[in-house]
């Protein structure tokens, strides 16, 4: 990375100049010292100048999305993948806002490649990258994939009943009630691992209305489960006005 690399030099460069300037060897921990120095010092101050960058594209370009301007937005965050040679992790963190975005939208294809490339702390569009293996009949994928997530992300619990949800539909059950038992060990209180653990071991469906618009995003239910969720949260069908 440009960042590490530009620091790195110039802190080099200081503890030469320090070091031969006051003796090398009496006084070479001086040189260190202002090495540390000017390589924090210069790291944070491209990171922040980066950082503010990113977030002059990111915005607008988020904003975009939410208004459904989604090729404008996928266009500008595609804009900002020319800083992540300057900053570590910056290309991965937009590589997953992308694969999201075409995820969501079940352009699956199209967001495989950028949900690979994607952040391994974004739990969400590594979720999303598991289903893809799965789908693709890619079940070591899938599983190496949910396990990098959860070492990212161990106490979400969506993602335990998500990597559940998966195993039980490729016949691992038991492997299945292994990862919920996991997530209620991580998550004691949480109500909906807990009821999902005891459907699996009665050979029973898991319920994932609990998690609402989090859980339908990953696309695991079918359209008519999807629209009568919705009609539900809205209250169920609308009333007829007679005049």
């Not at 994607?118 to 899938?142: E, I, P, S």
Request: hydrophobic residues 45%; glycine residues 8%.
């Amino acid at each position: 990375m440009y960042n590490l690399l530009i620091s790195a030099g110039a802190a080099v460069a200081v503890f030469l100049i320090v070091s031969l300037s006051a003796g090398f060897q009496q006084y070479w921990w001086a040189g260190a010292l202002a090495a540390l120095v000017v390589f924090l010092g210069s790291f944070l101050v491209i990171s922040r100048i980066v950082t503010k960058k990113l977030e002059a594209i990111m915005e607008p370009a988020m904003k975009d999305i939410q208004a459904q301007r989604f090729e404008k937005g996928i266009r500008d965050l595609k804009s900002a993948l020319r800083f992540g040679k300057w900053q570590i992790y910056v290309e991965s963190q937009i590589n997953s806002a992308i694969g999201m975005v075409y995820f969501v939208r079940r352009d699956f294809s199209t967001a495989f490649p950028y949900l690979e490339k994607g952040f391994f702390k974004n739990w969400v569009t590594m979720g999303m990258l598991a289903v893809t293996y799965m789908k693709r009949n890619k079940q070591d994928k899938m599983k190496e994939t949910f396990d990098k997530a959860l070492m990212g992300t161990p106490k979400e619990s969506l993602l335990y009943a998500l990597y559940a949800y998966c195993l039980n539909e490729i016949g691992e059950t038991v492997k299945g009630c292994e990862v919920l038992a996991k997530g209620v060990s991580k998550l004691p209180g949480d109500e909906n691992l807990k009821q999902n653990l005891e459907l699996l071991r009665e050979g029973k469906k898991m319920k994932m209305k609990g998690y609402g618009e989090m859980w339908l995003q990953f696309h695991l239910e079918s359209l008519g489960t999807i629209q009568k969720q919705q009609m539900a949260a809205m209250g169920g069908r609308r009333r007829i006005i007679r005049k």
